[in-house]
């Protein structure tokens, strides 16, 4: 622990030269900028910048990728909550409430208590890396595939809550979801299922075209569409753009809660960064003393989720530093990064590189304030955007909409993707279906899939597996208790109530 | 006499055309994916050994790499400074997938570096070495889990050639596919596969870091440094490899592609490739354009049999 601490502080006086700072300023400032870009992500910009940085010392070059890894999920809640366009998985959960909250005249509320508690998320989710990260890889390691899946299932129990008012059209949307994620190369056998001869489907559909789709056209559309005639004056900000008391003492429980989440989750190789927003969402919701706010603008439906997705980016460094497994696409980069110095990630590289990794480490704290920094002023200026008239807003909205899908793999049938999706998103809003579910079958659906025929494939079939590892067993046996628990105990009060 | 001037006047232009002024290299995978790597270390050689500065790489990912395939197809039509990278998958990918193009709608220039296929356990495993590997999986061939790649992958060709010579059907192996290759170890590291393929590379800090065992490669001579037989010592006749190559548009005349013929041959002997292949792991697997298409066709026609054998081509 201490041997930890002293090496932490010779990473620190590696990263704060004034040499090195400037690259972590570089970085975090780019890293911003295409974090509000959907589509251009921080794996595709950190591959772009390896030739330029050629030349340069490899600690400054980690510290400036450090910094547009983590200014890349600032910049995707900024975009997020001002113009619904969630440009990245991460993302999307922060949509909804920021979103709401941009639309009620607190955007700077919004965006305040996602630059904090990415702050407070980030710098935690550091720490435990720093102190924790051989340790937490070695347990998300013995997690095989039917504890993912029994995982997966715990998620989707808990996530019932999300299926809003309707339970018909919670559904219909949920099945939508799992239809469109169902879309691609089968992941056992690697035959294409429903990609009707494209072969830009075969890949699946990407996550963020479904969301952008969705979210900022459908609603964009909808919008036109119904309250064209309505002068609105939603977006005007009202009061203070700082968080009153009453947001502070809703967003820092929230804050913790996703960090809590986030990290774990992040660190675990399949683990993603959409599975910690998802359930940090829905345990907000629940918890929250105002669940009718709930999707009309609940800071906690920000707070958490936000801090859940910059724990989890944090967590998902951990098996890359640690044992150098690439589980993430800005992971695979950073690892072909490390290859162009011709240094090796892995078990070895603490004790061969200490300079570099520390020097990584103590720039991830660094950015993270630096962001900070940068972002709390910059609120002021972001919701500014929102007084643009509505028109000129939505055309924006429009274009960076086309934009971010196009930059995403670089070709046009993406954009034509998006606008089918774009007004599926609308015929869902005109018949009162709620997105949020169809969100939740695309993202776990393909997950359970992979786990549950990988789990029958190793065990040939037999179905006990899921009950004979003790992980899985006690997972289902919550996620049953979840769904059962609450049927049995209306029984038992009707039962109750007929006898008194 | 004409005939012959003007074959040696056709050899001079094509020996000293010099390299091209600019190049554009196509991945058909995204950041970070094994050919993006292969293109982006083409590009650091042709830059830092200056024969051609203005190098770009441009990622199309999408459909098994066929989605870059078919847009440089169509949009790069006698364009004698765009290339197009490729590797055992992009000659996979079409067999298993009804796809509308193949490596057979482009004009492959050269095969230039791979790394041969090898077999790993995590090191306290109960499997001792490829014979007692071998031995478990004819007693009791569904036991074994196999951990490699995609479904059709090299590593899911691989094995089931293995098997196959071993004396069993190709589809008792029991193969898991992974998304990627940090699942793949993650899977042989905790123990749920009992073995995994894939390249060395793949495996090496982990064996390093005495966390994984290497029980045979793939290779026709043993590796330097590795301290494992190959199949053929142990009486399978498997040399497989994952490899990477270059390829340019079908459209071009011999003419037009000298140039970037110039580049490869130039580049292939220069000393930041042989220090970046070392760096890297790579073996240099380089042919020239006859050669390789003969390669092409050779593993094409063997990826297909034995797919045919799984059950899994279109």
């Known amino acids: ?500 | 006499m004409l005939k012959t001037t003007l074959a040696l006047i056709f050899a001079a232009t094509t020996a000293f055309a010099a390299p091209p002024e600019r190049l554009e290299i196509t991945v058909p995978g995204g950041p970070g994916s094994g050919l993006d790597q292969a293109a982006r270390g083409i590009e650091e050689a042709l830059r830092s050994e200056g024969i051609v500065r203005n190098v770009q790489v441009v990622n199309v990912p999408g459909g098994g790499g066929m989605v870059a395939l078919s847009q440089f197809i169509t949009t790069k039509d006698g364009d004698p400074n765009v290339a197009l990278v490729q590797g055992a998958g992009t000659v996979f990918f079409p067999l298993t997938n009804a796809t509308p193009v193949s490596l057979a709608d482009v004009r492959p220039l050269a095969r230039l570096a791979g790394e041969y296929e090898v077999i790993a356990v995590r090191a306290d495993s109960e499997i001792t070495s490829l014979e007692d590997l071998m031995a478990r999986f004819k007693a009791d061939p569904g036991s074994i889990a196999w951990g490699g790649g995609s479904p059709g992958s090299t590593e899911n060709i691989f094995f089931a050639r293995l098997g196959k010579i071993a004396g069993m059907e190709p589809r008792q192996v029991n193969f898991i596919p992974h998304p990627n290759t940090g699942e793949v170890v993650v899977s042989a590291l905790n123990g749920q596969v009992s073995v995994v393929g894939g390249g060395m590379q793949d495996f090496l800090p982990q064996v390093e870091g005495g966390k994984m065992r290497i029980l045979a490669v793939a290779a026709p001579e043993r590796l330097e440094g590795i301290d494992a037989p190959t199949l053929r010592e142990l009486g399978y006749d498997i040399v497989f490899a994952n490899w990477r190559g270059i390829s340019v548009h079908k459209s071009l005349s011999d003419e037009d592609v000298a140039p970037m013929r110039e580049m490869i041959e130039t580049m292939v002997k220069s000393d930041r490739w042989h220090e970046m292949l070392a760096e890297r792991g790579w073996l240099d697997f380089y042919l020239p354009e006859a050669e390789y298409q003969q390669f092409i066709a050779d593993e094409e026609s063997a990826a297909k049999e034995i797919l045919t054998e799984l059950g899994i081509t279109q």
Not at chain 1, 3 to 11: E, I, K, N, P, V
Request: charge should be neutral; aromatic fraction near 8%; hydrophobic fraction near 50%.
């Open chain 1, 1 to 500: 622990m201490l041997d930890t601490f002293f090496a932490l502080m010779g990473g620190f006086a590696v990263a704060l030269t004034i040499q090195n700072l400037g690259w972590s300023l570089l970085g975090v400032t780019l890293g911003t900028m295409i974090g509000v870009l959907p589509g251009l992500g921080p794996a595709a910009t950190v591959a772009l910048l390896m030739p330029l940085t050629v030349g340069l010392d490899p600690i400054s070059a980690f510290i400036m990728f450090a910094g547009i890894y983590y200014g890349a999920q600032y910049g995707g809640s900024t975009a997020s909550i001002l113009l619904n366009t969630p440009g990245e998985a991460g993302a999307m959960m922060t949509a909804i409430e920021g979103n709401a909250m941009a639309r009620r005249g607190r955007g700077a509320q919004a965006l305040a208590t996602a630059a904090i508690g990415s702050f407070v998320a980030g710098t935690i989710a550091t720490i435990g890396l720093t102190f924790a990260a051989p340790l937490l890889v070695e347990l998300a390691l013995k997690l095989t595939a039917p504890d993912y899946f029994a995982l997966m299932i715990l998620s989707l129990a808990t996530v019932t809550a999300l299926l809003g008012n309707s339970v018909g059209l919670g559904l219909a949307s949920l099945f939508i979801g799992l239809f469109l994620g169902s879309v691609g190369l089968d992941p056992q056998t690697g035959q294409s299922r429903f990609t009707f001869g494209i072969i830009e489907l075969m890949d699946g559909i990407d996550t963020v075209v479904v969301a952008v789709g969705l979210f900022a056209v459908g609603e964009t559309l909808y919008t036109v569409a119904y309250q064209n005639g309505v002068v609105e004056k939603i977006h005007q900000i009202k009061g203070s753009v700082r968080l009153s008391r009453e947001d502070w003492s809703r967003s820092w429980k929230p804050w913790i809660r996703g960090t809590l989440i986030g990290f774990p989750i992040g660190s675990i190789p399949a683990g993603g960064s959409e599975l910690p927003t998802i359930l940090s969402y829905s345990l907000e919701k629940k918890l929250s003393r105002k669940p009718e706010e709930f999707g009309t603008g609940a800071i906690e439906g920000v707070a958490g989720p936000e801090a859940a997705n910059n724990a989890s980016a944090a967590g998902a460094l951990a098996p890359l530093l640690a044992l150098g497994l690439p589980t993430s696409t800005t992971a695979a980069v950073l690892l072909a990064a490390f290859q162009q110095y011709g240094l090796r990630p892995g078990p070895m590289l603490f004790d061969s590189n200490p300079a570099l990794v520390w020097g990584l480490i103590a720039s991830l704290y660094i950015g993270n304030a630096l962001l900070l920094v940068l972002n709390l002023p910059l609120v002021g200026v972001w919701v500014k955007l929102l007084s643009i008239p509505k028109p000129w807003l939505y055309g924006g909205i429009l274009t960076l909409a086309v934009l971010g899908t196009y930059s995403l793999n670089g070709n046009s049938f993406d954009v034509v993707l998006l606008c089918i999706l774009g007004i599926l998103g609308f015929t869902m809003r005109v018949f009162f279906m709620p997105i949020v579910p169809c969100i939740l079958g695309l993202i776990l659906g393909p997950m359970i899939e992979q786990q549950l025929r990988r789990s029958l494939a190793i065990s040939q079939g037999d179905w006990t597996v899921f009950l004979t590892h003790p992980l899985s067993a006690l997972l289902l046996a919550l996620a049953a208790a979840i769904v059962l628990l609450p049927i049995i105990l209306q029984l038992t009060r009707r039962r109750a109530s007929q006898h008194g």
